[in-house]
């Protein structure tokens, strides 16, 4: 049900800032069902008479008349059942089994094999635990989305999908999804960005003095390396036992070995992971190097790709990291870079748009503009989704590393004037024609900025994740479904 909720986040010029935390995103939240209410138990039910009458005899003709049979009793019907309880609050069978269909057909889709049925079922409570852990703390602290900005959203999001509301419902509908739980969903999307903005990142400090150290150990040449990495983390309750992480130790263990044994890291992030992205098979896509936390960063310095980490420690548990693909090159930092003056036209996917349409619309675009003399301003007017469309699709002077990576290497290729072919990027695809390019000094405000920016999104991650730890070890959890 949160098939068009990342979009809301992707408005204006958003997408230009790559960032750490873009790979984690949110776990799927619960479906949005009624669950404070616990189902009244049906009355106990007697043993019923047997049914069958016994004939009277034939040669007793003053024999009182047969009763009809007695009707069988009904059998209680099983509304719904608890099947955890979260502080005040329970989650229900029904939102379990919703949200395990909706995870099943999200790993489907990206061509991972989902665990079995129990171990996806144990997965997913785990995150409609803290998905409403993370709402109780949200409403009791004053976090609203009133209608009139729920409204707006939506409205925002069917605009940014190139349909009217009527439209994007009529859309949502033929899914199968239901437009007020849409609406739920989205409304809780955005109470949680909001939270772990309050809570987590606007905590981050990042000193002078670690913006110094990072800018002294910049001086040298260095490798602008970018790691595609898929991560898997199990993890330890804050006052664990020694048991209890000798425990965890072994389990993540074992999936190293299963992992290098060749079992697929996508399945074991599902089956075993319990970071946000399991669902999405632990993908986390591509990193710059200097923004990765430190742990990983000197256990990835020794792999290849292809190449599983060992287990690797940190407050929140124990991680396991593959690198999928590395790409980069040396560069000298501190000396004059390039900077760019482009526009490009954006058309966003999602379950209305494929890919494949996304794809053929700015093939037919990009073929109108080449051989047609179209003029680039006005196909992006007319066609663009992003928030440069007014703007004919223009971007000002942007400086590398400004832009997702994806976006930077293609345009860093084109010669000026020259139109790219479709451009994939985690917001969907891209039409770029460079107008300018001129070298220019990085001045030392721009170079501090961009330093403390990295540190920040070193940081982003792993305070999110300790944070969901110690919210996790407050909040009053009963599980029951071993009742079954």
């Given at each position: 049900?949160?098939?068009?909720a990342k979009?809301?986040?992707?408005?204006?010029?958003a997408w230009?800032?790559?960032a750490?935390s873009?790979g984690?995103?949110?776990?799927a939240?619960a479906?949005?069902?009624?669950?404070?209410?616990?189902?009244?138990?049906a009355p106990?039910?007697?043993p019923?008479?047997?049914?069958?009458?016994q004939p009277?005899?034939?040669?007793a003709?003053?024999?009182?008349p047969?009763?009809?049979?007695?009707?069988?009793a009904r059998?209680?019907v099983?509304?719904?059942r608890?099947?955890a309880?979260?502080?005040?609050?329970v989650i229900?069978?029904?939102?379990l089994?919703?949200?395990v269909e909706?995870?099943?057909?999200?790993?489907?889709?990206?061509?991972?094999l989902?665990p079995?049925?129990?171990?996806l079922?144990?997965?997913m409570?785990e995150r409609?635990?803290?998905?409403?852990?993370?709402l109780?703390?949200?409403?009791d602290?004053?976090?609203?989305?009133?209608?009139?900005q729920?409204d707006r959203?939506?409205q925002?999001?069917?605009?940014?999908?190139r349909m009217t509301?009527?439209?994007?419902?009529?859309?949502?509908e033929k899914?199968?999804v239901?437009f007020?739980?849409?609406?739920e969903?989205?409304?809780?999307?955005i109470?949680?960005?909001r939270?772990r903005?309050?809570?987590v990142n606007?905590?981050?400090?990042v000193?002078d003095?670690?913006?110094?150290?990072?800018?002294?150990?910049a001086?040298t040449?260095?490798?602008r390396v970018?790691?595609?990495l898929s991560?898997i983390l199990?993890r330890?309750?804050?006052?664990?036992?020694p048991?209890?992480v000798?425990?965890?130790?072994?389990r993540?263990?074992?999936?190293?070995q299963?992992a290098?044994?060749?079992?697929?890291?996508?399945?074991?992030a599902?089956s075993f992971?319990?970071a946000?992205d399991?669902?999405?098979?632990?993908?986390?896509g591509?990193?710059?190097?200097?923004?990765?936390?430190d742990l990983?960063?000197?256990a990835?310095s020794k792999m290849?790709?292809?190449?599983?980490?060992?287990?690797?420690?940190s407050?929140a548990g124990?991680h396991?990291?593959?690198?999928?693909?590395r790409?980069g090159?040396?560069?000298?930092?501190g000396?004059?870079?390039?900077q760019?003056?482009l526009r490009?036209?954006?058309?966003?996917t999602?379950?209305?748009?494929?890919?494949s349409d996304a794809?053929q619309?700015l093939?037919?675009l990009?073929?109108r503009i080449?051989?047609g003399?179209a003029?680039f301003?006005e196909?992006a007017?007319v066609?663009s989704?992003d928030?440069?469309?007014a703007?004919?699709?223009?971007?000002?002077?942007i400086?590398p590393?400004?832009?997702?990576?994806?976006?930077e290497r293609?345009?860093m290729?084109l010669?000026?004037?020259e139109v790219?072919e479709p451009?994939?990027?985690p917001?969907?695809?891209?039409?770029?024609?460079?107008?300018?390019r001129?070298?220019?000094?990085?001045?030392?405000?721009?170079?501090?900025?961009q330093?403390?920016q990295a540190?920040?999104?070193r940081?982003?991650d792993?305070?999110?994740?300790?944070w969901l730890?110690?919210?996790?070890?407050q909040?009053?959890v009963e599980?029951?479904l071993e009742d079954?």
């Open positions: 049900m949160k098939v068009f979009f809301l986040f992707l408005a204006g010029l230009l800032a790559p750490w873009q984690t995103e949110q776990p939240a479906p949005a069902t009624p669950s404070t209410v616990q189902p009244t138990p106990a039910v007697q019923a008479p047997s049914p069958v009458a009277a005899p034939a040669a003709p003053s024999a009182a047969q009763s009809p049979a007695a009707p069988a059998s209680p099983l509304v719904d608890i099947v309880v979260v502080n005040r609050e229900t069978a029904s939102e089994q919703e949200a909706s995870a099943e057909r999200n790993l489907r889709r990206r061509n991972v989902p079995q049925r129990d171990v079922e144990r997965q409570i409609l635990i803290l998905d409403k852990a993370q109780q703390l949200a409403r602290t004053g976090i609203r989305v009133d209608e009139l729920l959203a939506v925002r999001i069917a605009e940014q999908n509301l009527t439209e994007f419902r009529g859309a949502l899914d199968g239901s007020p739980g849409y609406r969903d989205l409304r809780e999307q109470i949680l960005s939270l903005e309050r809570e606007d905590k981050i400090q000193s003095g670690e913006i110094d150290l990072f800018l002294a150990d001086k040449p260095v490798d970018e790691l595609n991560h199990v330890i309750p804050e006052q664990a036992s048991e209890r000798e425990e965890a130790r072994a993540a263990e074992k999936v190293v299963e290098r044994a060749g079992g697929d890291f996508a399945s074991l599902a992971s319990d946000p399991a669902l999405q098979g632990g993908a986390l591509w990193r710059a190097q200097d923004r990765l936390p990983f960063v000197q990835l290849n790709p292809g190449e599983v980490s060992p287990v690797l420690r407050p124990f396991i990291v593959r690198m999928n693909e790409r090159a040396s560069a000298e930092t000396a004059p870079v390039i760019t003056r490009h036209i954006l058309i966003r999602s379950e209305s748009v494929s890919e794809r619309r093939a037919n990009r073929e080449v051989s003399g003029d301003g196909m007017r066609h989704d928030g440069t469309a703007r004919g699709g223009e971007l000002d002077w400086y590393g400004d832009t997702v990576p994806d976006f293609a345009y290729q010669k000026i004037g790219s451009v994939r990027t917001f969907g695809y891209h039409l770029i024609q460079v107008l300018e001129r070298s220019a000094e990085v001045n030392t405000e721009r170079r501090r900025a330093a403390r540190l920040r999104e940081k982003s792993d305070a999110y994740t300790e730890r110690q919210l996790r070890d909040t009053y599980t029951r079954r």
